[in-house]
């Protein structure tokens, strides 16, 4: 009989984890002293992280989504699917690409000033919600196939609505080396990757928001990613595209795609597969 995983792996010990949870959550009591949001902190600027990159490309986006993509919310949660890698197949093109991308994690066109101890701060709100507007996640991505871009890594600036290409195209293989699934073929429906167009990752930044929030900062950013994730998916849905949530990843492997691996506030807390 083989071992649980309880037996070989801590991971699997739910009395360490439940210490964790219990040792993280807010408290009534002290909670003043030990867990308050702290003021000596900054707002991210809105700069584009790369001292360097191959090209950039401007995202347009119109008042509202096309007409096309107009579907009543009751029927679109309805149809709503997480699609399996062998069933996907679906084209993209640079202005869908633009539309999922703007609609999805992009400015709203308000901005906000925040709290009295950055009086006169403003703030550019976006179209998901975020702990304390501190918009701690960044969205990078491979691309593959979609029509009007290069293949390769890129990272998607929101407020200046800009895709910046960082790296080339990489061979399958390689890109199959970043899932459990796809390497060790876990699952006969999702072997390949073969019909993604767009790998996206989701990757928590918390050099600002640590220094307001301290280990909550890392639990906002989970939230955070699961709003974009929403609407990504229901963006796409609109579409009739096809998505795939996946928390299955090699953290490792992805941040050596993104080159963050040696960045030590940034950390890859989740994913989509889209084709």
């Not at 900062?217 to 929403?230: F, S």
Request: charge should be negative; include cysteine; hydrophobic fraction near 40%.
């Amino acid at each position: 009989m083989l071992p649980s995983h309880n037996q070989i792996s801590e991971f699997y010990d739910y009395d360490l984890l439940f210490e964790e949870i219990a040792g993280e959550e807010p408290r009534s009591v002290a909670w003043r002293f030990n867990q308050r949001p702290l003021d000596n902190y900054e707002f991210p600027g809105n700069e584009v992280p790369l001292e360097e990159y191959l090209d950039m490309v401007s995202l347009e986006r119109g008042p509202s989504l096309p007409e096309k993509y107009e579907v009543r919310l009751d029927k679109l949660l309805l149809k709503r699917r997480s699609t399996l890698l062998g069933q996907m197949g679906a084209s993209w093109s640079l202005d869908e690409l633009a539309a999922m991308l703007s609609w999805s994690a992009g400015p709203r066109g308000e901005d906000r000033h925040m709290g009295s101890h950055h009086a006169g701060k403003q703030i550019s709100m976006r179209t998901y919600p975020s702990g304390g507007a501190m918009y701690s996640i960044k969205l990078y991505m491979y691309i593959r196939g979609v029509e009007g871009l290069e293949d390769g890594v890129y990272y998607y600036a929101p407020l200046q609505q800009e895709l910046y290409r960082f790296r080339s195209a990489l061979p399958p293989e390689e890109l199959e080396h970043l899932f459990p699934m796809t390497l060790y073929k876990t699952d006969a429906r999702s072997l390949a990757l073969e019909g993604a167009s767009i790998l996206l990752f989701f990757m928590a930044d918390l050099t600002y928001s640590f220094k307001k929030y301290g280990r909550l900062a890392y639990k906002l950013a989970l939230l955070e990613a699961g709003h974009i994730a929403q609407n990504v998916q229901l963006i796409s849905t609109a579409m009739d595209k096809n998505t795939l949530p996946i928390c299955g990843y090699f953290a490792d492997k992805v941040e050596e795609l993104l080159l963050l691996r040696e960045h030590k506030y940034q950390h890859c807390v989740y994913g989509i597969v889209l084709g």
